[in-house]
């Protein structure tokens, strides 16, 4: 079952699409919030979701567009839907952004059949905004999925207590390698967060349907992904 709810901010109110898992008698499921690439809450989006929900998660994707326009759908298939998608994504407020996570966070944790427990995960921008709603914001894990500039806020992971776990794209066209070393080195002094490279893929590889979907790739990274959540959410 999914449904779309608003979450209310004292900035104002937005959307978020949601994936309920099949009911199970007695027993609450955790929550994931989705976060977003720079393509909105479209159809490959609500297709994580709704890949979370079928292993037992309530998933919670925000339109976090909303400032500039709601509602955003846009592919990666167009000259036109890219041009849209960088103009949304030079305009975006980052800061802002990982505020709406963390407001997402707060009413996720409360819906009807939740837990408690809450992770995020999220792609590309989304990935971004994952890094750093780990670093400030506290979820009980996180995935972050070629989160680009990602290498600009290493100094975030100081202290940070949630754990995280990092996917790259060997071959990314927007995250370089020098850029990746930065993230490497950072994470590997520290014990709560994992880094995977995956070799010759581009950014974007388990974007559903995407222009640089990989099925293997994308498979062997959401196995982790799931092993991540199970291990500290459930």
Request: proline letters at 4%; glycine letters at 8%.
């Amino acid at each position: 079952m999914n449904e779309h709810i608003t979450i209310e901010t004292p900035d104002g109110n937005f959307g978020a699409y949601v994936a309920h898992p099949a009911q199970v008698a007695g027993k609450a499921a955790p929550a994931i919030v989705v976060i977003q690439e720079i393509f909105g809450i479209n159809a490959d989006i609500r297709a994580h979701c709704d890949a979370l929900a079928a292993h037992g998660y309530v998933a919670v994707a925000p339109d976090l567009f909303w400032r500039q326009e709601s509602g955003i759908e846009l592919t990666d298939a167009s000259q036109e839907e890219w041009a849209k998608a960088f103009a949304l994504y030079q305009g975006f407020d980052v800061d802002k952004g990982v505020a709406d996570v963390a407001a997402t966070m707060a009413v996720a944790r409360t819906l009807p059949g939740v837990s408690g427990k809450v992770g995020v995960v999220g792609f590309c921008l989304g990935g971004l905004l994952t890094f750093l709603t780990a670093t400030r914001c506290a979820p009980d894990a996180a995935v972050s999925y070629y989160g680009g500039r990602s290498n600009e806020f290493v100094g975030e992971l100081a202290g940070m207590s949630t754990p995280l776990m990092m996917h790259l794209a060997g071959a990314d066209q927007y995250i370089p390698k020098p850029a990746q070393d930065v993230i490497a080195a950072a994470a590997a002094a520290l014990d709560n967060v994992q880094v995977f490279v995956y070799p010759g893929q581009d950014h974007a590889f388990a974007r559903v349907n995407g222009q640089h979907f990989n099925a293997d790739a994308a498979a062997l990274a959401e196995q982790r992904t799931l092993a991540h959540f199970a291990a500290l959410l459930v």
